[in-house]
Nanobody
Framework: QVQLVESGGGSVQAGGSLRLSCAAS?????????ISWFHQAPGKEREGVAGLYTDSDQTYYLDSAKGRFTISRDSAQNMVYLQMNSLKPDDTGIYYC?????????????????WGQGTQVTVSS
């Protein structure tokens, strides 16, 4: 089982920025894992935002995140980050870090086997 712990959420005004962090178990960086960020807005289903592989430089974004969000990793520190810029009120919700062994599937959250507890992001207009 992969242990994931998110941090970095908070309250910002529209147009502001936040950087979310996900601390992941060290072991997965020696294997082909996808670590992704998901967003769950109030009353809505969880949706993928961005993903990356632990053993390559490939990154993936859903359309809503392109140009505004950047996913990155620091393998030496066992961390994955989500830099969020130009935040909008629609970005409000809980952000989860999730992992699965194998390829990234941002459109299918249920295929991810390990999840963090989530971190709250609130964007006010």
């Amino acid at each position: 089982q992969v242990q994931l712990v998110e941090s970095g959420g908070g309250s910002v005004q529209a147009g502001g920025s936040l950087r979310l962090s996900c601390a992941a178990s060290r072991i997965i960086y020696s294997m082909h894992y996808c670590i992704s960020w998901f967003h769950q807005a109030p009353g809505k289903e969880r949706e993928g935002v961005a993903g990356l592989y632990t053993d390559s430089d490939q990154t993936y974004y859903l359309d809503s995140a392109k140009g505004r969000f950047t996913i990155s990793r620091d393998s030496a520190q066992n961390m994955v980050y989500l830099q969020m810029n130009s935040l909008k009120p629609d970005d409000t919700g809980i952000y989860y870090c999730a992992a699965r062994q194998g390829d990234c599937f941002l459109q299918v959250p249920r295929w991810y086997t390990d999840w963090g507890q989530g971190t709250q992001v609130t964007v006010s207009s």
